[in-house]
Every structure is written in structure tokens, then in C-alpha cells.
């Protein structure tokens, strides 16, 4: 290898030992290895706005941009509130609910924007029954997972293919989506069955809270 290769393995490998041992400063290892890479000329300006991928860059803005108006209007406390107020909720309800809307959501707005809503819904919720919100936010994570497959909108991933070899939104709906829902379905199944326990006392505190309205 000539002294440019080495050098950008060299700042590879400590960008990415950088992130996974000092994450807090990951944006700072990522700038400064560029800028390392600009500055020994590496790589040129031209090549790094090329592969720099500015299509997905820019619809994570957008997407975080919605999102922030969204929860300033005050939707997903809205969506919550709905969620609550589902007739006769049990665990495998709401299980099956968090299931298949983060799945939806990620296929819509995007993987990223999606888990942090729905992760924000769960624990409000855990927290108004008074459970132990883990559970259910790993089903939360892994339907999100598996909805963000299914369409190109799903994943900064999939655009980037999608871009790269001209699959179109249809290629992912047509192909991605059987796939993605079998997916999800056999998972929550899976699911239901680990988290039994934890379900089980969900269902209790449920029962808690509406006894104490019936009181009211």
C-alpha cells in the first residue's frame, strides 16, 4: 500500500474505535478524520460531496424538521392519549399495538424518526400503569426494525439503494413488504410468548387502574 492507503485505513480504524469507545464524540472522530483525509489530499472536495450520500443526509433533516413541528402540536400526545382509551386494553393489546404501529411508522417517516416516538409513547404509558418499560421497548425497537425493510422511506439504507440501483418504491412494496409482515408477525408471536411475564403484570396493573375508575 502507498502512504495515502495506509493513511486512510489508519483514520478509518480510529474513527471507528473512536465511536464505539467514546460515542458522545462520534460527529467530532468522523469531522476530524474528513478534514485529515482533506488536508494530506487523500480525497478531494469533489469525491467526498459525491459519496457523501447528501440525498439521505438531507431527508433525515426533513424528517427530524416533521417531526419536531409534530410534537409541538402536540400529535403524539394526541396518539397517546388515544392509545389509553382503547376499550378493554389488555398486554396482548397493546403488545400488538406497539407491534404493528412502529412497524407502520417506520415504513412511512423513517426508522430513526419513528423510534423516537414510539420509545417516548411506551414510556409514558409504562409509566401511567407503573411497569417496567424494558419489555416493551425492545418490542418496540424490533418492529421498528422490521417495518424500516419494507418500504425505500424506511431507512436511510434503503434510499441509498434505492438510489444507487434504480429499485423503485414500488420494487420495495412488490418484494420488501410480504416479507416485512411476515416478519413482524412471527416475531410478535416470538415476543409474546418471551415477555409473558411482564405482559401478564401489565395486564394486572390494567386491571388496577380500571377498578380505581369505576370507584371514581
Not at 6 to 35: E, H, Y
Not at 76 to 86: D, E, H, P
Not at 100 to 115: G, H, K, R, Y
Request: proline share 2%; net charge neutral.
Amino acid at each position: 500500500m502507498n502512504a495515502h492507503q495506509s493513511l486512510s485505513i489508519g483514520i478509518f480504524s480510529a474513527s471507528i474505535l473512536g465511536t464505539l469507545f467514546f460515542w458522545d464524540f462520534r460527529l467530532s472522530f468522523a469531522f476530524i478524520g474528513t478534514s485529515i483525509l482533506l488536508m494530506t489530499k487523500t480525497i478531494d472536495l469533489e469525491h467526498v460531496i459525491e459519496f457523501s450520500s447528501l440525498e439521505v443526509i438531507l431527508f433525515l433533516v426533513g424528517m427530524m424538521v416533521i417531526i419536531g413541528l409534530l410534537k409541538d402540536s402536540g400529535v403524539f400526545a394526541w396518539i397517546v392519549s388515544l392509545m389509553l382509551r382503547i376499550p378493554k386494553l389488555t398486554g396482548k393489546k397493546f403488545v400488538l399495538l406497539i407491534g404493528f404501529l412502529s412497524a407502520l411508522l417506520a415504513c412511512t417517516i423513517d426508522e430513526v424518526t419513528s423510534i423516537i416516538f414510539m420509545v417516548v409513547a411506551v414510556l409514558e404509558i409504562c409509566d401511567y400503569f407503573e411497569v417496567n418499560p424494558v419489555p416493551f421497548v425492545i418490542i418496540s425497537v424490533l418492529a421498528t426494525n422490521i417495518g424500516s425493510a419494507a418500504t425505500v422511506l424506511g431507512n436511510p439504507i434503503g434510499i441509498l439503494i434505492a438510489s444507487k440501483s434504480g429499485l423503485t418504491f414500488e420494487d420495495f412494496i412488490t418484494k420488501a413488504f410480504p416479507l416485512a409482515l411476515l416478519c413482524l408477525a412471527v416475531t410478535i408471536f416470538i415476543l409474546l410468548f418471551w415477555y409473558r411475564k411482564s405482559i401478564k403484570f401489565l395486564d394486572a396493573q390494567m386491571g388496577k387502574r380500571d377498578r380505581f375508575k369505576c370507584f371514581g
